[in-house]
């Protein structure tokens, strides 16, 4: 199976810098979708950004400028360095995979981002 796990978040000031990681570990196929999504509080789970093996990104208009996605593919990881951070930013942030004929989703545990204001 597929296993993610995430690091890096924490409590920021706004305006400030944080980066992402998630590491995923298991079978992992050469062709697949990682991305970062985040749920606020009394919020639904949003699409923050992803990037295909191919290296195609997409982000959400809100953090489009601020947020970059990249990923080491020899290392199954993806990262998220998100810049000028603001508080609506805050949120449990968590990496996701997506591959296989099925289009499987796989989850980490969530990583907790919090910017002050």
Do not use: H
């Not at 992992?28 to 639904?44: A, D, L, V």
């Not at 949120?91 to 545990?109: D, E, M, P």
């Amino acid at each position: 199976q597929v296993q993610l796990v995430e690091s890096g978040g924490g409590l920021v000031q706004a305006g400030g810098s944080l980066r992402l990681s998630c590491v995923a570990s298991g079978t992992i196929f050469s062709t697949n979708y990682m991305g970062w999504f985040r749920q606020g509080e009394g919020k639904q789970r949003e699409l923050v950004a992803s990037m295909s093996s191919g290296g195609s990104t997409n982000y959400r208009d809100s953090v489009k400028g601020r947020f970059t996605i990249s990923r080491d593919s020899a290392k199954n990881t993806v990262y998220l360095q998100m810049n000028s951070l603001k508080p609506d930013d805050t949120a449990v942030y968590y990496c996701n995979l997506v591959q296989g004929t099925r289009l499987n989703n796989y989850w980490g545990q969530g990583t907790q981002v919090t910017v002050s204001s």
